[in-house]
Each structure stands twice: as structure tokens, then as C-alpha cells.
């Protein structure tokens, strides 16, 4: 779910160093409900950890760029797995919150929610429909500004740090909203947006994280 906003609303919550990046003179901010599931923190062939291999995940997040490479900036992750939000916040510095999340599916029918059991308390709740396959993100589209990002960047003790992140293109498909309340972008002392997000779903695609580098 991406809204536009003001470039200046987002800089005071960007640490120094990082660039606000713009598509058509916006800055760009999203919520984006998901599941991740076979996880591993070891090559491939080693088995999942039980209880560390599938969750729930909501990220509010907007785009930067550090000496011309794109990335992603996290404002908040919520996640409905205690250990996997210590090693997230242990490893890569991130600002992930303990939640409670759940996603009911029927049919083309998606039910999402969210409630923040750490401070500052937030909460999100959304149903959507699935549309149909898009064609692949071209270089110079939106799509692939909003969605074609290969690192995501953190901040600790006053150091900038970047992990490289692979994956295919994504293979986004259209939806449509039907509802949905949030204050997750409002807890950031920004405004909620009331405008209908653009908005895009993506059934399945493989991501390998590298750990973090200092910059």
C-alpha cells in the first residue's frame, strides 16, 4: 500500500547521509502486510529451524539512496515472533516491534491485521481482493521505483549501515481495497493518510539478506 508525501515530512526521521529518493518530485511511503516462511540463517540445504521458519510481518517504510545506490528505509516492523524480532534488532539494527498478526485468506479474499503489543502502541487491519498478473517492472516506472529495491539501510550509534538483498522481479499483480483502518503511519508523528493507496500484491518470490556492512 503506497501513498505519496511530501519529501519534508519524511527528512526529519532520515538519518543524515541517506538521500529522501522521489518518483515525479514525491517521496513515497508504504505499508506492506506479509508472510515469510521456509526462513534459514544457513546455506540452503540445512533444514529450517522449527519456530523461526514462518511469520507474519508488517513494515512502514519509504525509499532512500546513499551515493547513488537505491534502497529501502525501515520506520517500523512489527512481527508475531519474539526471537525473531530480538536477532532483527540484535543483527541488523532494525526497528522491529513485537505484534500480534493475522491473515485469513478466502478464495481472492485477503484478511489482514495487526495490533502492536510493544510502545508506541499502532494497530492495522485491511481486506483486499487480488487482481490480475502485471506485466514485469520496466526500469523507469513506477512499479519498479516502489518495488525493485536491493539493500535495505539502519542506523546505530550514529553509524549507517547497509545489507545487500537479492531477489527475482517481483511478479506483482493489481488489487483492490475494501477496507482498511491503520495508525501505523500516524504513531510516526505523521499524517494517516485517508486517500485510496496504490496498491499491488505479489503471490511468492525467494529474497536472500546479507548481513550487515558499515558504510
Known sequence: MHWRIEPELVRPLIPEGLEIDTFDGSAWIAIVPFT?????AFPPYVPAMPGLNAMHELNVRTYVHFNGTPGVWFFSLDCNNAAAVFGARKFYYLPYYNAELDLDQVNATINYSNQRTDE????????WNIGSPLPTAEPGSLEFFLTERYCLFSHHKGDLYRSQIHHQSWPL?????????????????????TETPLLHYAEEIAVDIWMLEKQ
Do not use: C, N
Open 36 to 40: 515469510m516462511w521456509d526462513i534459514r
Open 120 to 127: 508506541p502502541a499502532a494497530q492495522f487491519q485491511a481486506t
Open 173 to 193: 499483480q493489481t488489487a483492490t481495497i475494501k477496507q482498511h483502518s491503520s495508525t501505523m503511519i500516524r504513531v510516526l508523528g505523521l499524517p494517516e493518510p
